[in-house]
């Protein structure tokens, strides 16, 4: 099993991690974790990689895809276009991936939403004007197959589909129960949480309540090595999912008291948080990672309503929540 740091192009992130595994299908094919952004230098990464391996890109038999977004799949689309690879990701991403076709942009039409009723027309006109890059048709072809909880095998080897909404609507992780090894996609992050519900399509569900039902699904199994899809190696997957836990139960008790004994929308209350673990104002956030704030802040909101703890009322297209005493 190899990690494969593939670079992203203008993101914070840097790189996405994409995993090879060897022995693994019966043509002895390599079984390939996420799919990296269709960028030439993320290319070029993988074929110098693979040529490490003594492999070359036609090596690469099967690609199994946490999720729909750009820097998990689509060169997953491409490789498969050029190879033959088979593609495979969760069911719940076929609504984003028909809407994308339909939309024929990047622009995050339900984020958007979630601004307006948020209180935050403004930044909607500002995300609208951002350059969201050339939309390719061609990387967004649907998969060679969708998939549920279900079990795959290749060869003498099992890896379990473990649907887990939250990040988007149909991410998966893929675990491998008899080498004790979780490849966790976005789902678990070591060093950062993931940005909750950011989709194209509509939203389903219920994205920070569905996010922290994923998370403690991850209990339920025994514990692994966690194999993100950005960011180092970490020994223990139950230790993370629990820092997360402690994470947004800690946000939602900072929502709380930023909400205060007034009537707030969520745009306000973001204002009164602070961001990233640098603590940064939310004034001095980006455009783009505003949107994920408001959005975010709008999500722990929404779990504080299903708690009881808050009350929302819809008034003039915009959300306004406030303190349940």
């Not at 890896?159 to 990040?167: A, R, S, Y």
Request: hydrophobic share 40%; aromatic share 6%; charged share 25%.
């Amino acid at each position: 099993m190899h990690r494969v740091p593939l670079p992203l192009p203008n993101d914070g992130l840097h790189a996405v991690n994409v995993y090879l595994l060897e022995n693994l299908a019966e043509d002895d094919g390599i079984v390939m974790i996420d799919g990296g952004w269709t960028v030439p230098e993320a290319r070029k990464a993988l074929e110098e990689a693979m040529a490490g391996l003594g492999r070359d890109l036609g090596d690469i038999s099967h690609i199994l895809v946490t999720h729909i977004h750009r820097d998990h799949y689509t060169n997953a689309v491409e490789l498969r276009r050029l190879l033959g690879s088979q593609v495979y990701m969760g069911a719940g991403e076929q609504p984003g991936l028909e809407m994308l076709d339909r939309l024929r942009n990047y622009v995050p039409d339900s984020s958007l939403r979630t601004l307006s009723e948020a209180g935050a027309g403004e930044l909607v006109d500002r995300i609208r004007a951002m350059d969201h890059g050339a939309y390719d048709p061609d990387v967004w072809e649907a998969p060679d197959r969708w998939l549920r909880a279900e079990t795959l095998r290749f060869g003498g080897r099992e890896l379990h589909v473990v649907p887990t909404p939250g990040h988007t609507q149909g991410h998966v992780v893929y675990l491998d129960e008899q080498r004790g090894l979780l490849f966790s996609g976005d789902h678990v992050l070591p060093h950062i949480t993931p940005s909750i519900g950011f989709e194209l399509a509509e939203r389903g569900g219920r994205p920070l309540a569905d996010y922290l039902d994923s998370l403690r699904l991850m209990t339920r199994y025994a514990d692994t090595r966690l194999l993100p899809a950005h960011g180092p190696v970490a020994d223990s997957s139950h230790t993370r999912v629990a820092e997360l836990l402690t994470h947004h139960d800690n946000r939602l008790t900072q929502t709380l008291t930023a909400l205060g004994e007034h009537t707030r929308d969520a745009h306000t209350v973001a204002l009164r948080l602070a961001w990233t673990r640098r603590e940064v104002p939310f004034g001095d956030l980006n455009a783009f990672n505003q949107m994920l704030a408001i959005n975010e802040t709008a999500a722990h909101l929404e779990v504080l309503v299903l708690r009881g703890r808050v009350a929302v009322a819809f008034a003039d297209g915009v959300n306004q929540y406030t303190r349940v005493r």
